[in-house]
């Protein structure tokens, strides 16, 4: 199984930067994904690491360590409709395809 | 707009009650799966279905049942409910066995009264 941890909420200023920490235990890593939800929306796909890195997409980045169990997700230039939930999720590699989601990081941009 | 169409939207049931949601996924994904969502528990896997087959179960109770049909639209049949399922259903669809990029439809809000 898997135990997956990240911040419940995190504030910030428009404009600036936020990273959003994530660790994560499992048997058998496959891949870390980074989801948005917006409140009583669909959750909707940001990125994918496997390997160990950043990936850039935009004003989105997100890197991975899986020697350490951590990923992070960094948001530039902050603007106010990035305020959502953000979600680390994990899939196992004998998991057949099902991905164990973290609690969510509700991320509040201010003015 | 991710291509996966979910009704009803909202449900308003009674305890003890059976409720059928439905979900048709983008065209082309072969891959169905079922996500509950409620307030304390976030987002927990249910059910994945490939093709018409069942290939991977979550914490799924026993009072809930999915089927995949051969146009790949699902169905979650939720029966004998309780307080405790009011939730927020989603279906997500993805091309392949294994997944990928999950996409997921609006939702079936469900309130059990």
């Known amino acids: 199984g898997q135990n997956i941890d990240q911040p419940t909420e995190m504030t910030a200023t428009e404009g600036a930067i936020v990273q959003i920490n994530c660790t994560y235990q499992?048997?058998?890593?496959?891949?870390l994904f980074w989801y948005q939800q917006h409140a009583g929306e669909a959750p909707t796909f940001l990125s994918y690491?496997?390997?160990?890195g950043l990936e850039e997409k935009g004003r989105f980045s997100s890197f991975l360590s899986r020697s350490k169990g951590y990923s992070y997700l960094l948001l530039k230039e902050l603007q106010m409709k990035d305020s959502a939930s953000y979600l680390c999720a994990v899939r196992e590699t004998d998991s057949w395809g099902k991905l164990q989601f973290g609690a969510g990081t509700q991320v509040v941009v201010t003015p | 707009d991710s291509g996966v169409t979910q009704t009803p939207k909202h449900l308003i049931t009674a305890t003890g009650q059976r409720v059928t949601l439905r979900c048709s996924p983008r065209s082309g994904d072969l891959s169905v799966y079922w996500y509950q969502q409620s307030l304390d528990q976030g987002l927990q896997f249910l059910i994945h279905?490939?093709?018409?087959?069942?290939?991977a179960k979550g914490n799924i109770l026993e009072r809930f049942s999915a089927q995949q049909f051969p146009d790949l639209h699902s169905e979650l049949n939720l029966s004998s409910l309780e307080l405790g399922d009011s939730a927020l259903y989603f279906c997500?669809?993805?091309?392949?066995?294994?997944?990928?990029?999950?996409?997921f439809g609006e939702g079936s809000r469900l309130t059990v009264l």
């Open positions: 279905y490939y093709n018409g087959e069942e290939r």
């Open positions: 997500a669809s993805s091309v392949g066995k294994s997944t990928g990029e999950l996409f």
């Open positions: 690491n496997v390997l160990d």
């Open positions: 499992t048997s058998g890593f496959n891949g």
